[in-house]
Structure formats: C-alpha cells, structure tokens
C-alpha cells in the first residue's frame, strides 16, 4: 500500500519531464555571460590580428602581415626567450623547494601552521606589490640587497633592475618567492591522500626515506605533480604585472615577455594588430599545455 504524499514513479517521471527545462534556464545567463566576455573578444581578438587597426580608424585587413613582421621582430625572439627562462625556472626552482616544505611541513611540529601561513602568505599579495615591494629591494643606492653587500664590504654593487644579464633572473627571482608557497599548498594536499600503511611498509622492507620517497611517496604524488607544473607553466607564461611594474621590458627591452610586449604595442604603440597577433601566438602556446593538463586529467578519472 502506497504511503499517502508519496510520489509514484510515473508521476515523478512526468514531473521530471516537465521540469527537465529548468537546469538549462540556469545555465543559460553565466554561458551567455561566458560568450560575450570570453569566447566572443577571443574570436575578435583572432580577426584584429589580420587587420592593421591604430584603435581609434577601422580595421584594414592585411592578412598575415602582422605574423610575418612578428616572426621577423628580433623583440618578439627575445621575449620568447625570455618566457622560456621563465618555464624552466618555474617548473624547477618553486616545485623542487615546494615539495621539500610540503614533506617537512606535513609533519607534528611546532610552528608548523605559522611556518605554512608564513610561506603560503606572498600569494595572496597582489603581483603589483609585490613588483613594487622587490623593486624597492633593487634599488641600486638605498636598497636591502646593495645596503647588505656594502656592509660586508663589496663596494661595486650591482644594478640588478638595470643590467639586461640580471633584469630577467631579478623579476623570476621575485615571482619564485611568491610563488613557492602556492606549490607547497597543493602538494600538501596531495600528500593528505598517501596512505601512511604504504609508507609504514616500505620501513618494515628496510627502506631508507629517501627510497620510501622515491619509490612509494613520488609516485603517488604524480596527479598533483601533472597539476603543479602546468599550473606553474601557464602562470610562467602569462607573466605580466612583475614585468610591467618591475621594468616595462627593459632595459632595452632585455626582460621584456610576451604579455609585456603585446600590452606595450596594443597600448602604447598603438598598434592593435600587431598587439593582437602576439596575443594569439601566445595563446596558441598556452594552449598546447592546457591540452595536456586536460588529456591527462581525463585520463587519470577514466582509469579510476
């Protein structure tokens, strides 16, 4: 006997039907939102970079003119450089110190949650302070780093922020420190999942840590690896505000990268298209890490 205000299945299937309209309503304003903010300057974005466009007369379409001059603009090679000094410093420097405070952290010690915070805090300041922060740092008469070699007695001091060999390293070294306590964050979650029995086994096996590490802890840890270093790859890419703030690009635009450069030709230069196609030709790049951080995403889900 049916139970009185119980919902028979045919009725709750014929309520579903006439409902079944509903979660689309919902969804329907954030995915207009979406194409109209995102998807919709993205494929003009793709159309301004084959005109020659000054911002302010209407677009004359040139064709690949602007990826012809781009791939013939010795800036555009070292910014591209550049960019690549910043993925290798990323993917090494912030994970290999990250994992090691993330391994040592992970334990019962004192201080350990002041000692997170502490190193988790620079993230959550804005890259504008921060640039601004460690170019007071740089700065060639009255800053921490030349005040602390004067002390100790280097008299001929670096201009860290106005030599084109130092520039670049100075802006990575800045955005390293900001960016070494987001690492640390997500492999300590990660290691929230490791079974500590597989970690108990291993020392009954006679392992020392370093192969307990290496054979049972490291592989484990592999998901948020994958994570950890696209995650560092794209940021290392969209490199801007340090940049910006730090040294426009310069000196003579020796620390310049691709978000700097297209920001100064779009905006100062006034050249939209020109600024239009470096944003493509960097978003292409992007792309392709995106596309393996999301290949291996649905992988890993598919296999469990």
């Not at 001059?69 to 070292?78: P, Q, Y």
């Not at 940049?243 to 030709?265: D, K």
Request: include cysteine; glycine fraction near 8%.
């Amino acid at each position: 006997m049916a139970t009185k205000g119980a919902i028979r299945p045919g009725r709750w299937r014929q309520s579903g039907g006439k409902t079944a309209w509903i979660p689309y309503l919902f969804l329907a304003a954030p995915l207009a939102l979406f194409l109209m903010w995102v998807i919709g300057p993205m494929i003009y974005s793709f159309y301004l970079s084959l005109t020659n466009w000054d911002g302010v007369s209407a677009p004359a379409f040139i064709g690949l003119r602007n990826y012809v001059r781009l791939f013939d603009d010795k800036i555009f090679w070292i910014a591209i450089g550049n960019n690549a000094k910043w993925v290798i410093s990323f993917i090494t420097l912030p994970v290999v110190i990250g994992l090691a405070l993330a391994m040592v952290l992970n334990r019962d010690i004192p201080g350990a949650k002041a000692i997170k915070s502490a190193f988790y805090s620079p993230y959550i300041i804005a890259p504008v302070v921060i640039g601004l922060i460690w170019g007071w740092m740089y700065q060639p008469a009255t800053g921490l780093f030349n005040s602390v070699l004067n002390a100790v007695g280097v008299e001929k001091t670096p201009g860290w922020l106005s030599d084109p060999r130092l520039a670049t390293w100075c802006i990575i070294a800045a955005a390293i420190w900001r960016q070494v306590g987001y690492v640390m964050t997500l492999y300590l979650a990660g290691l929230q999942g490791v079974d500590p029995s597989l970690i108990d086994a291993s020392q009954v096996d006679g392992c020392n840590f370093w192969q307990t590490f290496r054979n049972v802890i490291l592989p484990l840890l592999s998901p948020v690896t994958v994570v950890v270093v696209v995650i560092s790859i794209i940021d290392s890419l969209r490199s801007f505000d340090l940049v910006f703030v730090m040294t426009r690009g310069g000196p003579a635009n020796s620390s310049s990268v691709l978000a700097n450069m297209m920001y100064i030709e779009a905006f100062n230069n006034y050249k939209m298209g020109y600024g239009a196609a470096i944003a493509v030709v960097l978003f292409l790049i992007t792309a392709v890490f995106i596309f393996i951080y999301l290949w291996q995403t649905l992988r890993t889900e598919l296999e469990y």
